[in-house]
C-alpha cells in the first residue's frame, strides 16, 4: 500500500482528527486536524443545558463538515475512534454524514473502536492495516 490506493484513514476524537491520506505504510505521517475549541465560542445556554448535551454544537457541526472536505477526493474511508454515546465524535460524525454529507458517508467502508488516546500514529496505523487486511475482500 506504498501508492495512494484512494483508501483513507480517518482517527476522530472530540479535540481532534488525524488523517492518513498518503497511504498506510508503516511510517506514513498523518495530518492534524483540530477541532474548534470550546473557548473560543461564547454560548447563550444554560451550564446545565451544556453539560446534559441539550445545547447545539455549532463547533461539531463545522469540524464535521471539515472532515467531509479533508475526504473529498478518497475512494473509501475507514474510520477509527472511541468514547461511548455521546461522547464517541466517530459516531457523532457518521450520523452527521449520513444526514448532511451522504457523499463523504458513502466512502466510509469500515469503523473500528480503540483507546486512541492510549495509541500512537503506528499502533492506529497498524489497527488500520489489520482491519483492511481482514476486510478488504469484503469491500472490494
Known sequence: MSESTGLIALAVTRDEARIWDAGLDAGTKPTTVRAPSDMQRHHHIREAQHHHMHDTDHADVAFFEGLA?????????????????????????????????????????????????????????????????EHREFVA
Do not use: F
Not at 475507514?78 to 452527521?96: C, D, E, F, P, T
Open 69 to 133: 472536505d479533508a475526504t473529498r477526493d478518497a475512494r473509501e474511508v475507514i474510520l477509527v475512534g472511541h468514547g461511548r454515546g455521546k461522547a464517541n465524535a466517530m459516531l457523532r460524525m457518521i450520523q452527521y454524514w449520513e444526514r448532511k454529507r451522504p457523499d463523504a458517508a458513502g466512502k466510509v467502508i469500515g469503523a473500528i473502536d480503540s483507546n486512541l488516546d492510549a495509541l500512537s500514529d503506528a499502533e492506529i496505523l497498524a489497527l488500520v492495516r489489520e482491519w483492511w487486511d
